[in-house]
């Protein structure tokens, strides 16, 4: 079987860091994806880690530890329109992608 | 950048007809393109992988006489949900993928703006 593990909210002030953890219990493992989603629209890719360590991307990093099967999201210096739910999805054999529940991200000010 | 539309945005059916659905890649070619369900406040579960020029591919559970996929171009792939009832209500999402999919190499999706069902 395949599942993954994120936490269903997450609440922060503008300005803030918060970090989204993901773990992760698949069959085929090649990356873990983070996608991004404002509320009736499409995820939007943030990022993506096949190899352990650390990944920037201006204001968002992710995360990998492959033997522990966990990763994470670190969003920085908060805004308002980070409010969204974010998505930690497993890529696997044929380029599939196993998403988690998502994590419903509301930004305070 | 990667561009992916679906058509319709919105549809509104009665139960029992059939509905289409459009995928298209704008400015690539799809060597694979995907199709999710999401319902409100839920995860996107995974439907079929479309493969150009060969069946598709269905995800456990997933009826492949309901939902009909077609993926007659590199640019175009199509599902129908077919006979559609009240619970087939939701938002229905594809993305595609130009990329030769090889471990370790970076991979996106590339997601369409989705189409909100509504049966009746």
């Known amino acids: 079987g395949q599942s993954l593990e994120q936490p269903s909210e997450v609440t922060a002030v503008e300005g803030a860091i918060v970090q989204i953890n993901c773990t992760y219990q698949t069959s085929g493992f090649y990356g873990l994806s983070w996608y991004q989603q404002h509320d009736g629209g499409a995820p939007t890719f943030l990022s993506y880690?096949?190899?352990?360590g650390l990944e920037e991307t201006g204001r968002f990093s992710s995360f990998l530890s492959r033997s522990d099967s966990y990763g994470y999201l670190l969003l920085q210096e908060l805004q308002m329109k980070d409010s969204a739910s974010y998505f930690c999805?497993?890529?696997?054999?044929?380029?599939?992608?196993?998403f988690g529940q998502g994590t419903e991200l509301s930004v305070k000010p | 950048g990667a561009v992916v539309s679906q058509h319709p945005s919105r549809v509104i059916c009665k139960s029992g007809t059939s509905v289409k659905i459009e995928c298209r890649s704008l400015d690539f070619q799809a060597t694979t393109m995907f199709w999710y369900r999401q319902f409100p406040k839920q995860s996107l579960m995974l439907m079929a992988t479309?493969?150009?020029?060969?069946?598709?591919?269905?995800e456990q559970g997933v009826e492949k006489d309901k939902f009909l996929i077609n993926h007659a171009s590199l640019t175009l792939s199509t599902l129908t949900v077919t006979s559609a009832h009240p619970e087939d209500s939701s938002f229905y999402i594809c993305?595609?993928?130009?990329?030769?999919?090889?471990?370790?190499?970076?991979?996106?999706?590339?997601f369409g703006p989705g189409t909100r069902l509504t049966v009746t």
């Open positions: 999805a497993v890529s696997n054999q044929g380029g599939k992608l196993i």
């Open positions: 479309s493969n150009e020029g060969s069946k598709a591919t269905y």
């Open positions: 993305s595609a993928t130009p990329l030769v999919i090889e471990a370790g190499s970076s991979y996106e999706q590339y």
């Open positions: 880690n096949a190899l352990d």
